[in-house]
């Protein structure tokens, strides 16, 4: 299954580097962007998954601004955002990606985290954690135990808050690299970062992708009680967590 999530992950990016450069965002009700690629993506992904399973229940983005989506999961369902980072879209540096993940138990398994104007890919088979570039090989990654030399932390470029400055500081992070979308966890799941703190508003299909990845990759992201993130919550609304490497 991983690689027709490849294949269809491949075909929605295909469908927003159309509009790359040319798109004119819209306001959602929550005040959020949207795109004429967020809606062409999400329709190319939810016309390959129903093809690839009918039977799966799937929740995405738009669907749900719409009021369109399914209220009850149960214990399976596809969990899709189309364009994570429309900012960064928008602003031309690359940063999007395409998220999808399937959701068994509560948990993410398989997952994709794509980045077609970067030409990069992070997905996870249920079991192991790949990196890809471009049309190369897929290479095994792995998340790291936190350096000695002090660890390196993720960050929001769109949303870096006095919360997570206040973690920063409290946590001696050596060092920051700003990322957009879901980028952060592929950081942490090859080993180029070590933590990912977030206290800002984010949505289950922002982070399961990536989740899934960085799970399979020997990392977690917990809630701020220390709970693994769970998945198929009402409303689909996420707490404050933190994504951390192996043993950050």
């Known amino acids: 299954m991983i690689l027709e999530l490849r294949r269809l992950a491949s075909r929605a990016g295909m469908i927003i580097l159309q509009h790359y450069g040319s798109a004119v965002a819209r306001r959602k009700d929550d005040s959020s962007p949207v795109t004429i690629a967020d809606e062409e993506a999400e329709r190319a992904i939810i016309e390959d998954l129903t093809a690839l399973d009918p039977g799966i229940p799937i929740v995405a983005e738009e669907t749900v601004a719409r009021g369109a989506g399914p209220v009850i999961v149960g214990r399976r369902f596809w969990l899709v955002d189309p364009l994570d980072g429309t900012k960064e879209f928008l602003s031309r540096n690359g940063e999007f990606t395409v998220n999808v993940a399937l959701i068994e138990d509560g948990l993410p398994t398989l997952g994709i985290v794509l980045a077609p104007a970067l030409r990069v890919a992070y997905f996870s088979d249920g079991g192991r954690a790949w990196r890809a570039e471009g049309d190369g090989p897929a290479h095994p990654i792995r998340a790291r135990a936190a350096p000695a ?71 977690s992201v917990r809630d701020l009680d220390g709970r693994e993130l769970r998945y198929g919550k009402p409303g689909f609304a996420n707490p404050s967590f933190i994504a951390r490497g192996r043993d950050a």
């Open 149 to 219: 030399t002090g660890r390196v932390a993720a960050v929001s470029r769109s949303h870096l808050d006095a919360a997570t400055e206040q973690f920063l500081a409290r946590h001696g992070i050596r060092e920051s690299r700003p990322a957009g979308s879901a980028l952060k966890f592929g950081l942490l799941a090859a080993g180029e970062a070590d933590v990912y703190p977030r206290f800002g508003r984010t949505m289950e299909w922002d982070t399961a992708a990536g989740h899934a990845v960085l799970r399979a990759a020997g990392g």
